[in-house]
């Protein structure tokens, strides 16, 4: 019987960043066959390589399936063709066969060239409007928009491995052991903060209310002040924590410095609550000379944006926070965009939903004492996290006195 | 130097439920001091017991600060007085000193005699309107509404250990550790929710999509149609893995019955959304016979209520989610009234958020792979939580499979 | 029909040490009955109170597994008896129903003289010599010893607890929550250490190779050579590791100071193995000035004794590893008696070894990154032990600046 | 100023088994330059490719650090040289620069032909006698044995992956993910074990007490009976805990099948040591039919054999126990012999000790409900391991009842 085949090229750094391993990967394990029809191997660490390869599968089927697979990992046909669109006939309603995006850069065909896909995220459609490509969340596509279906004329490019050795992603790979020097790492991260902000580059905080649990908050707040970070995105609690902490001195009641039990503790979390809805705002807080000190006092003093996002588990809660979860997302995206650096602290839920919506390019940094989180959000595809398995009561101020020493 | 002393009266199960050892506590912790000034211990279990004691402190402040403690045990002056009430100056702004509730029952004394209060949860205040009293939470309450403050007049109730020891609660105290049978627990949460539905108690489960990644969905479902289930709290995902296991096999792309990842299988999770999207809601879906299967179908088709609260990190989020999480709450709390058990299953932010909501008596089963999650869980105040560190995929199949034994 | 009943009585801070409320909670979870004949409660703090107690069963069998429970906590028949003593027939064989001993403080009633348990441990027998009473673990049981049978004649005091709350016992309670205020129990640690060893307290460490992999062996050193540690409990790795880092910077071939890789590092750690078979022993290296630094230099240095316990994981393992596990746990109990003060650092081997050998008076501090291990720990029995869930790489080395700042 | 560079030759599954893909990596990280002389890929998934390449440095030093880390993958000098030996001058110290091998299967280049070393380990020296080359531990080698020295004339396979998806491997990859459809991994396991014992396979079983806390030991019996397990590594707990269960129903006191708790349970542990002392060992307890069911009856009555390692913590321990943990480490060594898979449950201890003594071509799966346990056998080096997170009182009947159904 004859089998069913078709050549795809794949170009880039192929074997440093195990791009040509992970497509013969997929091939294997979906039982089809391959021959290599040229591979043009860069010499040098630095050149980039070609392959071309014939792919077959026993029938037309298993072929779709195998070419759907790499096609994630860079692999297309090498007669590039038009991208396919289709128009959407109601709102938040995609056609069938819609295209759905990874993380990483994607480029479509159209109108003969190569067109970038702007805002790249994860699991969303992409919409073409006036020669431009977008990737949009189900939620905002409109009635009447064109959305790229199938994968015909969509490349995409999985992210190339750092090479740089300096780089604290470089040294660690993907390993998230907490059985790693902790002086030595925090001191990376440090120098990994400060040469980003050297070289012009946006730093974003992913934070929990853990931070001030554990006494971190004055190292995040320094940080802030000194200039290195450029948003926060978080949820409730942070606030709450941050607020709390900074003008009673107790986080949940338990006064940080000493660890004692405050008078009438219980009521310190809703009566920061409170004092908030009676100023109107954070920001009208600090105005209002309020609150002085702290992780949003900081935003609030050197203008640095940040966004709360409201959960079903919050107290209060604030003012400040969006309780509309479609509008959040929003606000975190405005936050996140352009950022090369984002720094996750103690919170599966913000950490996971900024996840999904970073390009792949982004270095991404977790830090959190319970091993299964860390595990967790590479799971869910930002594999290019670099997990810190520590306690960010000791870890923060490490990174906060470092990144003095370094500036 | 005359010491500051008051007259408290405390009764209930004071020893076996530890009442008075926690007030005693609560006394040495603050360097106070007592006197037992009669104690009548119930002679035999059955009995209850009654404690005066005469609390010191070396000032005022310091008496203040016990008495506040050990009124959350129940502790209260002897002489009753009336219920302190301040009146709401602006929408969302509480008087300052407001009563701040604990999730116990609680009673007011006001007019003379004592009030329950209605609607308990902890973290909230306490209006009171028409000789009835109601917690509420900060966001609710409106300009003129009349607040309790400070804490005279307001009686607290520790909940009482259940002695029952054919109940799982009984014979596994608060612990939550992995060593123990897992078999004879599952039998024994089977027994609890057989007796709980026989005796017209209602059983409301919180649940995250680990239930589907783990192959628990049918196990999940089969107690739905099998009367056993009154409500599901859940987020946007649980429902998107349900819809997508119901519908196409898979779970994020993994087919659950034998682990292979189905063709094109990364588009099923953004597939499954569009689906519903375009059916125009979950129930529109089973009412299309496009949804014949599972945790949601179930619902639909026994009209067990379900909420889905939104969350910052939603795909989509599916139609049926309600994405402003202050109006989720109050969807929460409906389905939440008069439960008498509320299983949460993987989900540290929804069972976080339902534990908050949950007069202490109500009875509360976590189950998680992940033992810190059940230690967060119990860490917040939700501590009559009987915590179970198992393998949903394991443990819930076999749940099912007893309740069918014993039904 | 007849009900069987006991009389029994039970003294010390019952109600503030939760002593009475154990004692009831046994009977009713056996589902016994009690009358409480008489309760002297010490009316302050720091009195002393007495309860005497009818306990009552359905049958002997019940009552008689009543009061085998609850004469654990203390609560012994109100006419002593003399103690029951077998003679041993066979060596390492008890008799038939031999006591077997808790880790409380405990008395044997003999020759009409309450008398101390000498050397008191968990899960041993008691053996009568010369009128002293020792506790004797099985294999050390000779024919012809007299070993204490049945439970008639023995007292069991259950610790107080502290009510000191300058101490890091008294106000953390038994939790070992991740959410802590790190830097102020790391300084809290550092008091305690300081305070132990002013009161001339004697402080041992049970340690794991994470010590040195997380670049905390300069901290312990540290506190070996100023005078704190008065002995160290280990397995091979941590020596093995502890030489590596001292000899050749590296922990299993990473250089902990900067993270980066050795040349042919995978070597390192066999290397060192090797070095110190050629020098003959620790003691040996360092007397041939081959080992000039770190946990063991400084032990040997400054003469503080130390016992490698052999695994069956060990690499090597060291001429210092007594390989003998029996043998082993003797060299440790020579080194635990009369400790004060037990630090038990990322390691569950050594660390429930330790605590079954410690009296329950003994104050035991546990870090570990992993909170299952440290939960593991309290659930073996060792029940007294404060846990600490941080990043040792971080946490140890705030505690010697702290012990430094205070000494 | 001229390069220092050599020549390099490596073959096998270079690609699918990302062989070439480590190697690029280890020269770049060592900041060192390569170019590809000549690359035969294999033009089938079956094929086998051939590398030539060329490795320059910076200088002698640098070079060499690359050519070291690089032969660890297989990559060795074109030009075949005789493996270098040494003769051992004292009994237990190496001569330095002793090869410390791998656990992947090691060649030696000797008297012209390439001789495979037998019972391989990971880090222990080789010693030729005979022309036979033999993995030896450290404590074992003796005076005047010949042992290899450097990396000339060593050639190391790196394990090639299997390719067959009906695998358990196959699909699974190295994930250690807790969101894993259970029933099916079970089953996947189940048909691997009957697939094993059908191809004439052995089948090793390494595990820990909680096999019986949590009810999984008439399930790990049952396997025995079937004739599917060929020994059984384990420490003294594992077997002391079985007896109690099988002779007292208990463990630790607590009874399986319903949770109580025993009369007088806490002593049942030492109890059931003492029974096995009086018997004289397990084995005559089985004999004297004291020790009818359960897991170590099972061995005794198939003749399976087990080996009960000693440790620092055990009680007891018993008779059976080989107290000194190089003897022990011996005879786990004889069971693991041509062992083809090997299941280790919830012991850490004794699964990194197996870890360490397995050819890297071993199978072996890890179940365990703690992540990082998982996490960290991995890490040390035993990374062909399949890592199961789940709970195994649940998991292990599981597999028990498919391997039923399946043979």
Redesign the interface.
Known sequence: MKKHSQEVEVSGHL??S?I??KI??K???R?G????LE?T?G???TDSSIAKLRVSGKNA?QL??IL?DIH?DGAISHNEKQVQLKKVLKN???P?N?Y?T?NNDTWIFHHNSWTPVENQMM?K?IVVKHNRAFCV???DVKKGDLVVVDEIGVKVTPPQRP?D?ANIF???GS????????????K?VAQDIVETKKNGGKIVIVGGP?IV????APAVAELIKGGFIDGILA?NALAVHDIEYATLGT?LG?Y??????A??G??N???T??EV??AGSITKMVQQKKLKKGIFYQCVKNKIPFVL?????????L?DVI???????RE?KKILKDASMVIMIST???S??TG?MLPSGVKVVVVD????TV??LM?RGTWQALGI???V???L??VAQEVKKLS
Chains 1, 2, 3, 4 share one sequence.
């Open positions: 074997i440093d195990m040509l391993t013969f990967d091939i294997m394990n039982e066959e391959f021959e290599i591979l191997v010499k040098k660490k089927k779709e399936e759907d994630r938040m309603v995609l069938d819609f759905s990874t699991d459609c969340p189900i939620r090479r050795t470089a040294f660690m390993s998230s052991s907490s059985e790693r020097p902790t002086q030595h790492i925090a990376k853990a649990h554990t006494g971190a949820g986080s338990m940080v410095h000493d660890a004692t039990l008078k009438r219980h009521r979390h809703m009566d609550i409170n809805f009676k996002a409201g959960s079903i588990r919050d107290d209060g809660p003012p309780t509309d979860v479609a509008v959040a997302q975190y599966m839920l913000h996971i939903a999904n004492i319970n091993q299964p595990t967790k799971d398995v520590s306690d009561g000791a870890f101020p490490l």
